[in-house]
């Protein structure tokens, strides 16, 4: 049955609505109301519900998104061409801990079944993970990998997978640079993410500048240089030998077997104590989750985004932490962020975080506007600030107990903004490096995007979206859009979705079709 004509406005001050039909509609198209569009609209974008005079605001989610560049009359296409972007909000005089949001009863009685680690966190799944220093030794430490797999891995059916950590630092730059701590922190903490076991092991060349002993210093995981055959072990005091590094290197290696061959041995310990692991019922407050958008279209912050923001709500009444990030996504809602700081001082941490983000932007003679993509523009948003108010949907209406710096480790509960880039993989990237034990990730354009390290729920923004891509989407939001669902039936679908995939019970698309992305540092520092 072909669908009448429909539109969706988000809030009643709204002067602009969101297109819903597949494929869009024609010149001469009306609405229930009595809108008649003046041009052809595409799916997604928006229509004028009044008409403009040249220098009028243009408003979406009670925001102004932007200003009229000429007269536009009632019904006409609005899309970036047509409308100029509002200057950025400043970092003074912004409300600070002002939002306080009515409390909400825990909810209580959800479980799924995690690994237990004896640092207190819990895994979604049992991986073995071997860290690398440097990125000379990626392919090496990949060729190991692929024949652990095939041979090893077989024997230990209690382990879900085997991942190399590579990445492109470790040598060449400037490692004592202030700004160097990021990347060196992040390869750090991903190394001790919850689904790794607590089991490091790690690969370096030798001559590398992040030496072994500088990415996990004592107090981490201590390194001992006293050698067993041509393996060093980590681990002391009774540290149960939890950690191991090879060099490649070093003098007892002759030949690229023997390489392989030190991997492999090393590997084939952790592995045996992984496979000693088993399930246990664990509280839902021991979730980590991430949350992220990528690939976004105008229908991410109608549909996907505000039912992960239901979700996001539902985990934090049930004791467990979210975090949200990616900088340029939610800087024009910056006022929004500290007005629903916990306290003052999380206020000050998001303001700080911004304000490093604005300077690092601005030595690279960029600012927020080069964020917004041709992908996310052909989706209907005009601009980063009409992409922002939808992104900061994801992190729904609960108090933000707390910020993280980009590379740090989660050490408390409840909403974390966790700042980060808003590009996919480094932003996705960080969160690992955060703790996360799950990830959550809307698409309206679509992206095959997915980490090989926790399970990544992709949720769809369209339901032709879902329709086309229907082996890569998770999750169907689309039908919020066209009444078949609400906000709150798909965010329920999510959350218990979250617990039969932590569990082991179900896999995401992307596990299934092992797709997986690189992971890629954020390195702020000079390269030399």
Not at 55 to 83: C, M, Q, T
Not at 229 to 239: E, R
Not at 281 to 290: F, I
């Given at each position: 049955m072909e669908q009448s004509p429909l539109y969706i406005r988000v809030h009643p001050q709204d002067n602009v609505a969101i297109v819903v039909n597949d494929g869009g509609l024609p010149e001469g198209a009306t609405f229930a109301d009595g809108l008649t569009l003046?041009?052809?609209?595409?799916?997604?974008?928006?229509?004028?519900?009044?008409?403009?005079?040249?220098?009028?605001?243009?408003?979406?989610?009670?925001?102004?998104?932007?200003?009229?560049?000429?007269?536009?009359?009632?019904?006409?296409?609005?899309?970036?061409?047509?409308?100029?972007?509002?200057?950025?909000?400043?970092?003074?005089?912004?409300?600070?801990?002002?939002?306080?949001?009515?409390?909400m009863p825990p909810l209580e009685g959800f479980t799924f079944e995690g690994y237990r680690n004896a640092d207190g966190s819990v895994g979604t799944r049992n991986i073995l993970a071997i860290t690398t220093t440097v990125q000379c030794v990626a392919d090496v430490v990949q060729h190991a990998v692929t024949r652990i797999k095939a041979e090893l891995l077989p024997r230990f059916p209690n382990v879900d997978d085997v991942v190399s950590l590579g990445h492109t630092y470790g040598c060449g730059v400037a490692i004592d640079a202030p700004d160097a701590m990021v990347p060196i922190r992040t390869v750090r903490n991903i190394s001790l993410n919850p689904n790794f076991g607590g089991?490091?092991?790690?690969?370096?060349?030798?001559?590398?500048?992040?030496?072994?002993?500088?990415?996990?210093?004592?107090?981490?995981?201590?390194?001992?240089?006293?050698?067993?055959?041509?393996?060093?072990?980590?681990?002391?005091?009774?540290?149960?030998?939890?950690?191991?590094?090879?060099?490649?290197?070093?003098?007892?290696?002759?030949?690229?077997?023997?390489?392989?061959?030190?991997?492999?041995?090393?590997?084939?310990?952790?592995?045996?104590?992984?496979?000693?692991?088993?399930?246990?019922?664990?509280?839902?407050?021991?979730?980590?989750?991430?949350?992220?958008?990528?690939?976004?279209?105008?229908?991410?912050?109608?549909?996907?985004?505000?039912?992960?923001?239901?979700?996001?709500?539902?985990?934090?009444?049930?004791?467990?932490?979210?975090?949200?990030?990616?900088?340029?996504?939610?800087?024009?809602?910056?006022?929004?962020?500290?007005?629903?700081a916990a306290n003052p001082e999380v206020a000050q941490a998001i303001i700080r975080e911004m304000a490093w983000y604005d300077d690092y932007l601005k030595r690279g003679s960029a600012d927020r506007s080069a964020n917004t993509t041709p992908g996310n523009k052909k989706g209907g948003l005009s601009n980063i600030v009409e992409k922002a108010m939808g992104s900061i949907i994801k992190s729904g209406n609960s108090p933000i107990s707390g910020v993280l710096s980009p590379g740090e480790k989660v050490k408390q509960k409840g909403l974390i903004y966790a700042a980060t880039p808003a590009s996919d993989f480094i932003c996705g990237t960080l969160q690992l490096a955060a703790g996360i034990n799950l990830h959550v990730f809307t698409t309206g354009r679509g992206t095959p995007y997915s980490l090989a390290e926790v399970p990544v729920i992709k949720v769809a923004t369209r339901s032709d979206l879902a329709r086309r891509w229907h082996d890569l989407m998770d999750v169907n939001a689309g039908t919020i859009a066209t009444g078949e669902a609400s906000i709150e039936d798909v965010g329920w679908e999510l959350f218990r979705l979250m617990l039969e995939i932590a569990s082991g019970r179900k896999q995401t698309c992307a596990e299934a079709l092992k797709l997986h992305n690189a992971l890629v540092l954020f390195n702020p520092a000079p390269v030399t």
């Open positions: 003046r041009e052809r609209v595409p799916q997604g974008h928006k229509v004028a519900l009044a008409d403009f005079a040249e220098g009028d605001e243009v408003i979406r989610y009670n925001v102004v998104i932007g200003y009229a560049l000429k007269n536009l009359p009632k019904g006409s296409w609005i899309n970036e061409h047509v409308i100029r972007m509002p200057s950025p909000p400043g970092l003074e005089g912004l409300p600070i801990a002002t939002v306080k949001p009515p409390a089991e490091v092991m790690m690969v370096s060349l030798g001559c590398e500048k992040l030496q072994p002993e500088r990415l996990m210093p004592p107090g981490t995981i201590p390194i001992v240089t006293t050698a067993v055959d041509d393996v060093a072990d980590i681990g002391d005091n009774g540290a149960d030998d939890n950690g191991d590094v090879v060099v490649l290197q070093d003098e007892a290696h002759v030949g690229f077997q023997s390489m392989i061959d030190s991997i492999m041995r090393m590997a084939e310990r952790h592995l045996e104590r992984l496979n000693n692991r088993r399930r246990e019922t664990c509280p839902a407050s021991e979730l980590v989750v991430g949350v992220q958008c990528g690939g976004s279209d105008a229908f991410s912050g109608l549909t996907a985004n505000p039912a992960v923001g239901f979700a996001t709500d539902l985990l934090v009444r049930a004791g467990a932490t979210v975090m949200f990030s990616e900088v340029t996504e939610v800087r024009d809602g910056v006022d929004q962020l500290t007005s629903r």
